[in-house]
């Protein structure tokens, strides 16, 4: 009898409607325009927790500078949320892990601006590391051989910084004029800096190399819009690279218009690779009017979030890639819901959603915009093959 029921549950697990486990930034953004920072920007697994990110960090309404954010864990073994630290910071944007840490990118620090920030957590403790110099904004964090680099925002300039493991002292290889460095793009053992990317033909550097042997970064001039995103109409003149993963010689990316001050609007999927130490990066069909947002690797497959507007819903989507095969996928979790999944995670076979919503406009933002569901945190297991 526990067979047959354990087999129901999960067959309707995997093809019915997903668990509603709970929104945990509910009680600290409660209605009306906060409801816009209860947005899960990102998800990340950690020594078998899911870490949650919200607020928000826009200058403009609604919801704006919405700071000091609490970092939640979801505890999978009973769906239970905890309120583990508090940033000092408007938006949780990005995790990242390397290691046996987590990390935090001070997004955009509620301090003065004499310094930016970034948080790691080891040894079952949070430390707060406030020691990058006139950074407003924390884009990205990448650690590698015992460096961490910090892709930030200066007052009306960009920079990247570099530290040792200890992350106290920074040196600063690059800066920007006038434009930010919003991320890092990891392929192979090659480490890129991107800033904005634009439509229009203004010859201009957009992605930068590092040198190791110099400790530089270098400007790519070939690494354009074009080649950067290929075979795409766009429709707009800011461009980022955004939720970028990285495996084998290869990096799977979501390309963006920049929106609403920091946020993102997703367009595209790419995969870039490298071969003979020349980039190769290839646009990734999707089902049409199907929008990534979000790209998780795991050992044997990558997974890929996406959504489809409906009339008055949203289908959610996983389609699931073989690592050497992107022409191909398999769609192997779909449902409707009243907004989109910003982000999303996996634990042993179960996926966890993160629901977002979007204004169209700052300047003329409705209400009805911001659904109710946003924040709330869905979990949908996969059937187990017998």
């Known amino acids: 009898m526990k067979a047959i ?42 020594k078998d927790k899911i870490y949650i990110g919200g607020g928000n960090s826009s200058n403009y309404s609604p919801a704006k500078n919405a700071g000091r954010v609490n970092v939640v864990s979801l505890n999978p073994k009973d769906d239970s949320f905890t309120h583990e630290y508090r940033v000092a910071e408007e938006q949780i944007d990005i995790f990242k892990v390397y290691g046996d840490i987590l990390y935090i990118a001070g997004h955009d620090a509620t301090e003065k601006w004499d310094f930016g920030n970034i948080y790691r957590k080891y040894e079952n403790h949070w430390y707060k590391n406030r020691t990058l110099p006139n950074a407003l904004h924390v884009y990205d964090i990448v650690a590698k051989e015992n460096k961490i680099f910090t892709a930030v925002g200066l007052n009306n300039k960009g920079a990247v910084f570099i530290s040792d493991k200890k992350a106290i002292n920074w040196k600063q290889l690059i800066q920007a004029k006038h434009e930010r460095v919003y991320s890092f793009l990891e392929i192979g053992d090659e480490l890129f800096a991107t800033q904005i990317f634009r439509k229009s033909k203004i010859k201009k550097v957009s992605m930068t190399q590092y040198n190791p042997k110099y400790n530089t970064f270098s400007p790519r001039f070939d690494l354009n819009t074009a080649k950067m995103f290929p075979d795409t109409k766009l429709q707009d003149d800011g461009i980022k690279i955004i939720k970028n993963v990285n495996f084998e010689n290869k990096a799977l990316y979501i390309g963006a218009y920049k929106h609403n001050d920091h946020q993102n609007l997703p367009f595209g999927l790419y995969l870039a690779s490298l071969k003979n130490k020349e980039l ?51 769609k ?55």
């Not at 993160?354 to 979990?379: C, F, M, V």
């Open 332 to 386: 192997i979790i779909s449902f409707l819901y009243n907004s989109f999944a910003r982000s999303f995670e996996e634990l042993h076979g179960c996926f966890y959603f993160g629901i977002g919503s979007e204004i169209a406009n700052p300047n003329t933002w409705n209400q009805n915009e911001l659904k109710k569901e946003t924040g709330d945190i869905l979990k949908l297991c996969l059937a187990k093959e017998n």
């Open 5 to 46: 029921f354990f087999l129901v549950y999960f067959f309707y697990s995997a093809f019915g409607e997903p668990i509603f486990l709970g929104n945990p930034y509910s009680k600290e953004y409660k209605s009306g325009e906060m409801i816009y920072a209860r947005n899960i920007w990102d998800m990340q697994l950690y």
């Open 280 to 330: 190769q990066v290839q646009k990734i069909d999707l089902e049409k009017e199907s929008i990534p947002k979000d790209i998780l690797v795991r050992k044997d497959a990558i997974y890929v979030l996406v959504s489809k507007n409906q009339k008055e819903k949203t289908t959610i989507q996983v389609l699931k890639f073989v690592k050497n095969d992107f022409n191909h996928h398999e």
